[in-house]
């Protein structure tokens, strides 16, 4: 096969060179965006009288019928024509003939393969939000179950203080919320149409830009034609937006992981989301939450990979950057997938409500708030802490808990104590009585979720 720039080289390419520089295995899932772009720019030439309108018409045809072929899987395209730009406009010279030559006036395969990838990375960020979205509203559904289930809330993994699932699971949805915020704020800087930016330096034509990113949904065209064909910014912003989210991913599934462990027992997940052991039959395995955890270094591998092939590029296009694609779709395809099979599993999750409000109960997670009664009494903190911390030691020797001290065992060690103070430490109190905005005061947390599904509809 003739290569398209055969001309200025005449002697055919090594093999060993045409299987390093194809890049067909990649991309080839932009051809839709390939041919939509393609379609803009001939409507555009057509437009601005560069080309005929009978040559724009037979273009526009041909390269519906490409598409039609190409997704009844009726098309086989070459890899020697190196990647799928070159196989698309190959196949519409080979049936249109002569106005299918015409179609690369005032274009490069470099602003080409940009317009290609920002609309490619303009949806998959519209679809990665939408999972998100569907994520969150999971979350919030669990948590309106929960406002009322107590549990330790953790610092350092040991248990601190009461808090309820409820409240637990919308830290999460900020998290998820955070993620949906830089995908917004990284999509902004996607939406600039580069067509018309040329190799490096524009086009001599007297062509419209505005045109063609209108026909795109584009809502602003790149100012600079050099930085337009040396920018992987966008890219690089959408692999940092989903580095991040996959760290988010990664910590609830280390939640689920210990939630699911014997030891912890706070919650199950169902069958369908589980795996089981090839030797030990009483295991039941949380391999999901496993997975999504081992594939965000999987994501920030991607990241890395593409900052380090940008950090010493000179302007403006060089073949380096070819490497951007892999890193892209890999990242991109990784978050679907995890997101799409992690909704799920936390939704048909089972939570041991009796063994959180257990554990809640032990490990005095109730200590600063028998301490603030103190100081609500009038003792200085820092004396009230002092109390509170021996009567601790003290039950910590007796095997036993700060509710079940008697009266006598408190006044031994301070006086002010009295018999309000068993209502004041229980763990519903403890709870409730934190209904400052963000607390996990049920009547709180319930503002919260209100909040949450307002801003989702705003996303």
């Not at 890049?23 to 009288?49: F, N, P």
């Not at 390269?63 to 086989?76: C, F, V, W, Y």
């Not at 030691?393 to 700060?402: N, Q």
Request: aromatic share 8%; hydrophobic share 40%.
């Amino acid at each position: 096969m003739k290569k398209l720039w055969a001309g200025r080289i005449q002697t055919d390419t090594n093999v060993l060179v045409n299987e390093f520089n194809e890049s067909l295995s990649v991309d080839y899932r932009l051809y839709k965006q390939d041919i939509e772009g393609s379609m803009a720019h001939a409507t555009m030439l057509g437009a601005c009288q560069i080309i005929s309108a009978d040559d724009t018409t037979e273009i526009l045809k041909g390269l519906k019928s490409i598409l039609d072929d190409i997704d009844a899987g009726a098309i086989e395209l070459d890899p020697e024509l190196e990647d799928i730009h070159m196989n698309i406009e190959s196949l519409l010279i080979e049936r249109i003939g002569e106005p299918g030559r015409r179609l690369h006036t005032a274009r490069s395969r470099n602003d080409q393969t940009l317009v290609d990838m920002r609309l490619y990375t303009m949806q998959e960020t519209k679809a990665i939000k939408q999972l998100t979205v569907n994520f969150i509203e999971v979350l919030l559904n669990l948590a309106d179950k929960h406002l009322h289930t107590i549990m330790p809330g953790y610092t350092h993994l040991q248990r601190a203080q009461p808090v309820t699932l409820a409240h637990y699971l919308m830290a999460y949805a900020e998290m998820f919320s955070r993620d949906i915020e830089r995908l917004n704020d990284c999509f902004k800087r996607m939406d600039s149409c580069p067509l018309g930016a040329g190799a490096l330096a524009a086009t001599t034509y007297p062509i419209d830009r505005e045109m063609t990113a209108k026909e795109l949904g584009f809502s602003k065209i790149t100012p600079n034609s050099l930085d337009a064909i040396g920018d992987r910014d966008f890219c690089i912003e959408l692999l940092s937006a989903l580095s991040i989210m996959m760290m988010h991913l990664s910590r609830m599934s280390e939640e689920v992981i210990f939630w699911c462990s014997w030891e912890c027992a706070f919650a199950e997940t169902d069958e369908a989301f589980s795996t089981g052991s090839s030797i030990m039959p009483q295991k039941k395995n949380p391999d999901v939450a496993e997975l999504v955890r081992g594939k965000s270094g999987r994501v920030f591998g991607d990241l890395m990979a593409v900052l380090t092939v940008m950090k010493g590029l000179p302007l403006a296009y060089n073949k380096d950057m070819q490497e951007d694609k892999e890193s892209v779709f890999d990242a991109i395809d990784t978050v679907k997938q995890c997101l799409s099979v992690f909704a799920p599993m936390i939704e048909t999750m089972t939570f041991k409500t009796d063994n959180m409000r257990k554990a809640a109960a032990k490990g005095f997670l109730n200590a600063t708030d028998c301490a603030d009664y103190l100081v609500k009494k009038g003792l200085p903190f820092r004396d009230a802490y002092g109390v509170v911390g021996q009567l601790v030691r003290s039950c910590i020797e007796k095997d036993c808990t700060l509710e079940s001290l008697s009266l006598n065992d408190y006044q031994s060690v301070c006086h002010t104590f009295d018999t309000d103070v068993y209502e004041f430490i229980s763990l519903e109190n403890c709870v409730n009585a934190r209904k400052v905005p963000g607390g996990p005061a049920p009547e709180a947390v319930k503002v919260h979720i209100a909040d949450m599904r307002q801003r989702l509809l705003s996303y």
